[in-house]
């Protein structure tokens, strides 16, 4: 690589580029919470549209649980959480523009259907794992949120899911 006098290849990098180079930031969290919220509406999308054997879905799974597993093993936990009309990742709240708006519009509704507020994921999912959690988002059973989310833990039970913790949503300081 050719460098011109004075020239550092950093100062070339973009402030996203430097942020995720800089783990452990919130600058990080929040590139790599978009990332994650991009291949979360990515896999959950792919999953309504395709048969779960397909392509397309398998790839889309496998980016989710390399983005949520790099997120998780770096810093230390992965948690999303929908609060209001806000998404938050590990507790930095994403920004909303017009490049997302579709994307944390469609999770924010996605959420508050099946009732889930939180979603902790504590060890690596498998792709198995995902398409369960995945399934039940798309089409939650039952009336009420309260009754959907009543629902999911019971499917993740059945199923010997742990690697996620799920939870209703809550109020917080962070949605003012």
């Not at 496998?62 to 949520?68: A, G, I, K, R």
Request: aromatic fraction near 8%; proline fraction near 4%; glycine fraction near 6%.
């Amino acid at each position: 690589m050719t460098r011109t006098s004075g020239s550092h290849p950093r100062a070339r990098l973009t402030t996203e580029q430097r942020a995720v180079l800089e783990k452990g930031g919130e600058g990080y969290v929040r590139v790599m919470g978009r990332n994650f919220i991009y291949a979360l509406y990515g896999a959950l999308r792919n999953i309504r549209m395709y048969p779960v054997e397909n392509a397309v879905v398998q790839k889309a799974l496998e980016e989710l649980s390399t983005v949520s597993e790099e997120l998780r093993a770096t810093e230390n936990e992965l948690e999303f959480r929908v609060s209001g009309e806000f998404i938050f990742v590990n507790s930095t709240r994403l920004r909303l523009d017009l490049d997302n708006y579709t994307t944390f519009s469609y999770l924010l509704t996605q959420c508050r259907n099946s009732g889930v507020g939180v979603l902790r994921v504590h060890a690596k999912p498998a792709a198995r794992d995902w398409t369960v959690l995945l399934s039940f988002l798309i089409a939650p059973q039952g009336e009420a949120p309260a009754d959907r989310f009543e629902q999911l833990l019971r499917r993740l039970d059945t199923a010997g899911i742990t690697a996620f913790e799920v939870s209703p949503p809550v109020a917080s300081e962070d949605d003012e």
